[in-house]
């Protein structure tokens, strides 16, 4: 083991490293007070993010359990910095609470199993980060620790997580029996289309599915989302989501590469369901947790789209989506933490006349959800027009049709949150919200992305000139 | 890297002794795993599951991997079903009867293990697996033991050190959830006093 072991692996040494500086922190005899302790995790967690971007390098360790690439540490990073986003949003909810340092601990184990998913080689590497990346998650979502709801839904996620992974255990192990294999690279010369083999693929895609909550694998997620105190519902929504998406497009198109003309269909199929029934339930909902959720399964159904197009434009666009994504998504998340954390509401009803009173997070407000939409000036359109724009390279338009369509829908019930907040009167409205310095800069930065994300051209580019190497 | 079975490979319809403690051993982890889900007491369950366990043992013994019989005893029967039927006694009333199923949830989960089970069947049975290479596997300890520390060859420390961490995360998460319970029972004890 040589030098290159701390470069290649510097991502998760530095979460290790903060993971056991927080527990420390939290055995040693002076207890600290918590927003001390929270501006201490925030710096940690800066310095975490810059080192990110200086001194890689690519390579494998640990006879190709591990490997990097310029690309897998793209998009460690753009995890690293949601996770930074993230941690900022929750400060007006974690200065109240008794478990920070707990929080931390588990939020950072869970980064840092989907860190060694991403940057896994072989299926026992993948099925180990997969669980380190949702067992902490269950007990994170219990962390409204008085709340009967909150209990709910992390009993909810661990079981249906361990359900998914039953599945994708049988899966992997049908899978072993007919390649005798459980390296990535030795798997797919190996691959038939042998119904044995598609019967395992087909139970590997449902492990994925639920993770990424596809319809129909998506009734755990409302549920989960709208129990979960707000920072774990937008880590849930945006970076685990985000990170098993990345290992889905990889595995997809490298290792069941051979197996296209089978799963071409059933994302076809899927992305279709996905994006409709999602969309379908977002119109009826009123708590805003659960339409976003709704909302991000419908976000899914678009990023199957994209990555039905199997080229190298589906994985860029979809790690571009997933970029804005991060940003639209927080920044409405955010201003829903806020408000929830300080006035404690949550239903749509309540967002009515919040312009009157506050006009900034109703602007922050509004521009994410225009992003979210795909409408033009944002970055949210640009990610949509590059997921469609991959979809099409198969030719098949009645699914660019399909999606198209889905857009005009969630137009719909994206702008009816914006029309509550402008329009609407109400005797009495959300009070005057004084925002803490810190959230409001991580909704400041979640702004200036979805703003520069989609105007600064070589963003997508670059993604792009790295899968193409 | 396949299954190193207990004996040579043999024509399909001929069963020898060895044949048949494989599927005595099976048919005894199949029938414990059934009861343990159908018994209504869930106490009874945890049993019914040590013995599936126990019956795991003896398939890795008949692979004459005795270390990992052992492991497996160790760690699954003496160690997670004694935590299982500790939780039991600390959660439920063990002896309590659970509430029967509705008859529709019986018909549909009796449906899908049946379609399940056949389709899984069939599948397995109309594929050719490639034969047997009777390798022989070195299932020492000393072997297991260097491969787990081992950071070069087969990089088995990796996957070590990150069940570490996922450990450690666990028990932080089952402290924090266990340390609220305690307020919330003071909380209701305060409550009902007043």
């Known amino acids: 083991m040589d030098n290159n072991f701390f470069t290649l692996m510097k991502f998760e040494l530095l979460l290790v490293v903060i993971i056991f500086i927080l527990l420390f922190l939290k055995l040693g005899k002076n207890k600290m007070p918590t927003v001390s302790l929270l501006h201490i995790t925030n710096g940690l967690l800066l310095i975490n993010l810059i080192a990110g971007f200086f001194g890689n390098t690519d390579g494998n360790l640990f006879a190709n359990m591990f490997r990097t690439t310029e690309l897998i540490v793209l998009e460690k990073n753009i995890l690293n910095f949601g996770v930074f986003i993230i941690s900022l949003q929750s400060f007006s909810y974690l200065k109240e609470h008794k478990h920070v340092t707990e929080f931390y601990i588990l939020l950072l184990s869970t980064l840092m199993g989907m860190f060694f998913m991403i940057s896994s080689q072989n299926i026992f590497m993948f099925y180990l980060g997969l669980e380190l990346s949702t067992i902490p998650l269950a007990a994170l979502s219990n962390f409204d620790l008085e709340k009967r709801r909150s209990g709910e839904a992390a009993m909810k996620y661990i079981i249906s997580s361990a359900f998914s992974s039953g599945i994708l255990l049988f899966g992997i192990s049908l899978l072993y029996g007919a390649t005798g294999s459980i390296n990535f690279s030795e798997i797919t010369p190996l691959l038939t289309t042998e119904p044995l083999t598609i019967f395992s693929f087909v139970l590997l895609f449902a492990g994925f599915a639920f993770k990424i909550s596809a319809v129909p694998f998506h009734l755990w997620t409302a549920d989960v989302y709208e129990g979960s105190p707000v920072p774990v519902t937008s880590y849930l929504s945006v970076i685990s989501k985000g990170a098993i998406l990345f290992v889905f497009v990889s595995v997809l198109y490298s290792v069941f590469q051979p197996l296209f003309e089978t799963w071409y269909n059933v994302i076809y199929l899927i992305s279709i369901l996905t994006m409709v029934i999602g969309n379908l339930f977002a119109i009826r909902q009123n708590n805003l947790k659960r339409f976003l959720a709704f909302s991000s399964i419908a976000q899914v159904g678009f990023i199957l789209v994209g990555i039905s197009g199997n080229s190298p434009e589906g994985t860029a666009s979809t790690i571009y989506f997933i970029l804005i994504y991060i940003f639209s998504n927080l920044g409405a998340f955010g201003v829903i933490s806020i408000v929830s954390a300080l006035k404690g509401k949550e239903n749509m009803d309540d967002y009515k006349g919040f312009y009157k009173t506050n006009p900034v997070l109703t602007w922050i407000f509004t521009i994410s959800l225009f992003s979210l939409a795909g409408i033009p000036p944002t970055a949210g359109f640009f990610g949509k027009f590059f997921l469609i724009m991959a979809g099409a390279g198969q030719g098949n338009y009645i699914l660019i049709t399909i999606a198209a369509l889905n857009m005009i829908i969630s137009l719909y019930y994206y702008l009816k949150i914006v029309k509550a907040m402008f329009m609407d009167t109400n005797e009495n409205p959300i009070s005057t919200i004084k925002t803490d310095l810190i959230p409001l800069t991580a909704l400041i930065i979640c702004v200036v992305g979805i703003i520069i994300t989609g105007f600064v051209g070589g963003c997508y580019e670059y993604i792009y000139s790295l899968i193409t190497i | ?194």
Not at chain 2, 128 to 153: C, H, R, W
Not at chain 2, 162 to 175: D, T, W
């Open chain 2, 1 to 194: 890297m396949s299954l190193p079975l207990g004996g040579e490979i043999k024509e399909r319809g001929s069963m020898t002794a060895n044949d048949f403690i494989f599927y005595l051993l099976a048919a005894f982890i199949l029938l414990n795993g059934i009861l343990a889900m159908t018994t209504k007491k869930i106490f009874r369950s945890a049993i019914f599951l040590l013995f599936t366990l126990i019956g795991v043992a003896g398939i890795y013994f008949w692979m004459h991997m005795e270390f990992i019989a052992a492991v497996q005893i160790i760690v699954y029967v003496g160690g997670i079903v004694v935590l299982i039927i500790f939780s039991i006694f600390l959660t439920q009333q063990a002896g309590m009867e659970m509430p029967k199923p509705t008859s529709r949830r019986t018909i549909f989960s009796i449906l899908s293990v049946v379609t399940g089970f056949s389709l899984t069947y069939l599948l397995i049975n109309q594929h050719t697996f490639p034969a047997n290479s009777n390798e022989v596997i070195n299932v020492s300890p000393n072997n297991i033991g260097e491969q787990m520390l081992d950071y070069e060859k087969t990089g088995f420390a990796l996957p070590f050190e990150v069940i570490s961490i996922l450990l450690l995360a666990a028990m932080v998460g089952c402290i924090v959830i266990a340390m609220k319970k305690e307020e919330v029972s003071k909380k209701d004890i305060t409550e009902t006093i007043k």
